[in-house]
């Protein structure tokens, strides 16, 4: 089968069953989102996307109820864009009749379609009118007892996501003399590793020169402190990606933060990089004793 063009997630379904919160959860996986944009815009926007030269691979779109005029030209929207070598997954939302009510009651917002009648009617027309496009959705998620957290492992699994390609680290040296970083997720100590503070001919230089890095690797300790941080990592990722975060900030301290631990941020970062992850670096306190 020929690969897609683009990534198009299209969500739409029931309103009050959880559109609002499945844009948000695809913006933070780094689609461009769109929400309530018109059927009749999509071949557009998808043509933009694809004259863009790749900077726009990931789209996520809502169309719903406040757009109705616009289901009539569903399917010749779609039929444009596959001519134009773009599949789209729809994703339909939906959700009891009770639970929707009550999510109405509780948010105090009327029903788009409030012009029908009671909230009741209004649901039962919603249902009614997007019917067709129930028909023809890839997926068909039930939110009635669907937690925010678990909606987004789902929409994840179905838009077959890959957190190593969203994944951003913030990595941050720093001297614990100087005081604890305040927004770090984990906090990591590498006081334990030899000091090249005490190496006159290191004294002077810092963790990111060669000299530096290589003599604290010779710590025998610093390979296999690597190894097991490379593997809580590994493990915590998909504990992140499923609570919906998707960028982990690790600080980690030696005494000055000039040497030690400026030296294992850059190594941790370069072994990072090669297994694909996005990776930013801040040497907080490496300037401050020179």
Do not use: W
């Not at 739409?12 to 944009?37: H, P, Q, V, W």
């Not at 009327?110 to 027309?125: A, M, N, Q, V």
């Amino acid at each position: 089968m020929e690969e897609s063009l683009l990534n198009l997630i299209i969500i739409t379904g029931f309103s009050g069953a959880g559109k609002s919160l499945a844009i948000r959860c695809y913006e933070d996986m780094g689609y461009f989102c769109i929400d309530n944009l018109p059927v009749t815009l999509i071949p557009k926007l998808v043509e933009l996307c694809i004259q863009s030269s790749g900077k726009i691979k990931d789209v996520a779109l809502v169309i719903d109820i406040r757009g109705k005029e616009f289901f009539d030209s569903l399917k010749n929207s779609l039929d444009t864009i596959h001519k134009m070598g773009v599949k789209e997954k729809i994703i339909f939302l939906e959700a009891s009749e009770d639970v929707l009510v009550r999510r109405y009651k509780e948010s105090r917002r009327p029903h788009p379609l409030s012009e029908f009648g009671s909230l009741i009617e209004s649901i039962r027309e919603e249902k009614r009118i997007l019917q067709p496009i129930r028909e023809v959705a890839d997926y068909i998620v039930d939110t009635s007892r669907t937690p925010p957290t678990q909606l987004k492992e789902v929409l994840q699994k179905l838009s077959l996501f890959k957190a190593k390609e969203t994944m951003v680290f913030n990595i941050e040296s720093f001297g614990y003399k100087y005081g604890l970083p305040l927004d770090a997720d984990l906090l990591l100590d590498v006081r334990f590793l030899n000091n090249p503070f005490y190496e006159p001919e290191l004294r002077l230089k810092s963790g990111l020169d060669k000299e530096v890095k290589d003599y604290v690797m010779q710590d025998t300790s610093a390979e296999r402190f690597l190894e097991k941080v490379e593997d809580f990592i590994e493990f915590l990722i998909p504990q992140y990606a499923r609570l919906g975060k998707y960028q982990i900030t690790i600080a980690i301290g030696c005494t000055g933060g000039r040497h030690r631990s400026p030296a294992i941020v850059e190594i941790l970062k370069e072994r990072l990089e090669e297994k694909g992850y996005k990776v930013i670096v801040h040497h907080r306190d490496i300037e401050a004793e020179k």
